[in-house]
């Protein structure tokens, strides 16, 4: 998957959909002073699925700050980060293993001094199960209004970012839309989104939507897509 952006998964709660649809939340809640983070799930999603949609959503995010080493408390830094991370959707072929996410984050957006970076990489391995490291964090200043300093440049020694990730998956490859069905409702996505590196209707994964996909859906059209 060629998505970007996500932090980490605290749980994942398997609902197990056998014709497509929601089968994990997964809610993180991630804490760092600066360290490297790993986590791997104790619980997995369908392995087997032809498709894989990933919907992350950052809903909250803080940070403690120091001036002159200086303990200034936790601020409310969910502003700092821009607008095209908070959330995102991304598509993987399946089966398992598969690549959810694997970026490098900065907030804020270059021009502007991050507050804090980090590498990130979600993967799902063959048995369905998450993994995730974010390494080489960083954490770096932030501009914050502090009673009665006014505003001044702080120093960040802590951040912690929650929110949710759910996982949709179906048996077809060409069920772009994951309703259980590769019908004209997923040409209608591929033919629209024909000529553009779109991961939606990028069916084989090879960064554009050309003949290639639109071959592989044409074969598996009418096919009504479960799990055995």
């Not at 056998?18 to 939340?25: F, H, L, P």
């Not at 909250?60 to 200034?72: E, N, Q």
């Not at 003949?211 to 598996?220: E, F, H, R, V, Y």
Request: proline content about 6%; some cysteine; overall charge negative.
């Amino acid at each position: 998957m060629r998505s970007a952006h996500a932090l980490a998964i605290a749980s994942l709660a398997l609902t197990g959909a056998a014709m497509g649809g929601i089968d994990a939340t997964w809610p993180f809640d991630l804490e760092t002073t600066g360290s490297d983070v790993t986590w791997d799930s104790t619980t997995a999603i369908n392995p087997a699925a032809g498709r894989f949609k990933f919907v992350y959503e950052i809903t909250a995010a803080d940070a403690d700050g120091s001036l002159g080493g200086l303990p200034l408390g936790t601020f409310d830094v969910l502003s700092m980060i821009p607008p095209e991370q908070l959330s995102d959707v991304g598509y993987a072929q399946g089966p398992a293993p598969v690549t959810v996410w694997s970026s490098h984050i900065d907030a804020p957006a270059p021009p502007e001094a991050p507050a804090v970076s980090a590498d990130v990489l979600i993967t799902v391995d063959g048995s369905g199960f998450a993994h995730m490291s974010m390494t080489n964090v960083t954490l770096g200043t932030a501009t914050v209004n502090v009673p009665p300093f006014g505003t001044v440049m702080i120093d960040i020694t802590r951040i912690h970012m929650s929110g949710t990730i759910t996982a949709e998956v179906a048996a077809c490859a060409a069920d772009l839309n994951i309703d259980g069905v590769v019908d004209t409702a997923d040409l209608g996505i591929l033919l629209g989104q024909f000529g553009t590196d779109n991961e939606q209707g990028d069916i084989n994964d090879d960064d554009v939507v050309d003949t290639a996909d639109l071959g592989i859906l044409l074969g598996q059209f009418g096919v009504v897509c479960s799990f055995e």
